[in-house]
């Protein structure tokens, strides 16, 4: 059966990349794509867009019938930074959106659910080297009390409903087409956009804060991947660890540095820094490397080259 698939939160940091890949795999009309508000030219015009909010379960289901959708996507969330300033938002977001999306798919309206979770789930009484799979799980933000919660709610649908539904609990991501908004990690997406324009960084992070990231390109693949998989090959209905390197932000400077040698970066760590203390440094991700043949391309340095490349190419462009 093709396809149609419906992308909530479609403007933000890995919803727009998202959408962008499934259009060239399942074709731009099938690719629904949404947010509260409008996105960029590029996901505006390159196929459908409607304004949705996530939380509303009607106004969802009305694009679900209108085009026929099979699939959700949800990416629309409040991540951790912002999530403390605003802790009942960032709850009501992060778990209405999701129990709506669940409900419809408990409702037979779709056939597939991906959320994603996030190495937030952990906590401060995790393990934190090669933090593997199921262990000890206490976290101490919202988002990470919302990533939690929803991995168990997910699992629940499964069990109970015979919902469809993947989740990966992603690391920090890494992208340089759309910027990040109120993550913990987003220092490793900000560096590079200061590196190329100023040549200096002030890291909210403390130089030696180890914390597993990934390039976008990878984690895009990882999330149609899981999709895609045959449904007898996905063991865990609560979330996937999921990794490809553990940086710090020094050593992320020095890879800088192979590129652009006078960058300069100094450290003034903030209220961000106890979100990044309490989580995992590396992260054990066997279980989908086994299940669904997950295997990551990019490593710090390969990385690190593409995104200063585009950005410097962009820079010349402007
Ligand atoms: N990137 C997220 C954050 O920093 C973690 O999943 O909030």
Redesign the pocket.
Known sequence: MSQIILVLGASGQIGGELTQKLRTIYGSTHVIASDIRNGDSLLMCSGPFEIIDATDKEAILAVVKKYGVTQIYLLAAM???T?EKYPKKAWDLNMTSLLAVLDIAKEKYISQVYW?S???AFGPTSPKINTPQKTIMEPSTV?GIS?ISGEFWCNYYHEKYDVDVRSLR????ISWKTK?G?????YAVDIFFKAVEQGSFECFLREDTRLPMMYMEDAVNATIQIMQATPEDITIRTSYNLSAMDITPKELAEEIKQTIPNFTINYRPDSRQK?ADS?PQSIDDTKARKDWNWSHKFTISSMAKDILKNLQAQKVKN
């Open positions: 991540l951790s930074a999530g994603p996030s190495i937030a988002y990533k992603y690391p920090g991501i990040p109120g993550g913990t990690t987003d979100i989580w």
